[in-house]
Structures are given as C-alpha cells and as structure tokens.
C-alpha cells in the first residue's frame, strides 16, 4: 500500500442498502454503518503505519470487550480502491470520497464549554467527546476508553466556508429523526483551536472550543 500519507481522508462502501464511512486522519480513525435513517454500528480507535498498519480500538458498538485491543491490520490497494481485511478474514472494499485536505480536517478533542456565559475547561481524560473530520465528511463520538462505555456518535457531510460550518447528518445514534437536518453555526480557527457556536440539533445554543 504506497504511504500512509494515502490512507488519508473520507471512504465509502456499499452492501445493499447498508453504507460504510470509513475516515482516517493522521493518527485516527472510525468505520460507521448505517441503512437510510437507521444507525447501526460505529468503532474507531488509533492507528499508525511504520510499515504494517496496527490500530488500537477505543470504541466498538458491536463488540465492547474489543476496546482496547491492539493489532495490525492488512491494508491493500486495487484499483484506486482501498481493501482492508479484519482478522476474521472479513475483507471490505472501500472508494474514495476525499482525500482528507481542508482546514478543519484532522481528529478533534472537545477542550472546553460555555455554561453560564463563562467558557469553562474541559481536560482530557478516559471520558471524552472527540471529533474526526476529513475534506468533506465528519463524525462526534462520545466515550469512555477505559470502560469501553459509548454515549453516542452522528455524523456525516460538511462545508467551511468564510468563517460559517455547516453539517448534514446522515447518522445520529440517539435520534433517528435528526437525519436529514442541516445545521448552521459560526467557526473559526485559531493554531489548534476550532471556536464553534451555534444551535444544536435540538435547538438549544452551544458554544465549545474543540482542540487537535
């Protein structure tokens, strides 16, 4: 498989009405699959590619006891598609959706909150909302590592453009009436930070300072 630098962006596969995401950032990655407005599984973990690609799992909705696990994974390329095949001999073929360039992308850890007009901090720990964006595609995972506990996850396709975030969910974990929506909110980024305002998806107002 070329470079790691190729494994990066957005990827999509297709099983009858069943459709896999496959993201990868430098450094992290998630597979999502969901059937029209159904959501039905996501995991995702670290990974790096010296020169096989070994993962750690850090959620897994299907199988819990997996977080944690560490392993290497076989990656190949065919075709301009991307074939990876579980240890189950589970083999997936994947085309690509992006390539993972634009200014939010990258893997994204929630660093604070505003409660009560006053921006308060959010440290990093075993519980935590982390956010994986490529080019066009993202995805909000909330979890807890050291439990293998999962709190929820959406996702799906966005756009920056002169300073105004907008995202249109195509999974929602918690709410299947969500997909569909469009969301609006003001951004801007600063070195490592992503400032991010708006309305959430129930309406209410958000304010948060995302850090990578």
Known sequence: MGKAQDLLGAWKS???????????????FSIT???DKKFLSTMGGTWKAPDEVSV????NTDERSQVGWEGAVS?????GKLITTLGDGLKTEWSRVDNGEGSL????????????????EIKPGVRK????LSGTRFQWVAINTETGEFFGTGG????????????KIDFFSRDNSRVGATLTF?????GNAWDHSGLSSKGEPIHEVWSR
């Open 14 to 28: 297709s099983s009858g009405d069943v459709n896999s995401i496959l993201l990868i950032t430098p450094g992290y």
């Open 33 to 35: 699959s969901y059937q």
């Open 56 to 59: 750690k799992i850090e959620f």
């Open 75 to 79: 990656v190949s390329s065919e075709n």
């Open 105 to 120: 992308a990258g893997y994204w850890q929630i660093s604070g909150r505003e409660q009560d007009g006053k921006m308060n």
């Open 129 to 132: 909302t982390i956010k994986i």
């Open 156 to 167: 799906g396709t966005y756009a920056f453009v002169n300073g105004v975030y907008t995202e």
């Open 186 to 190: 003001k951004g801007k980024v600063e």
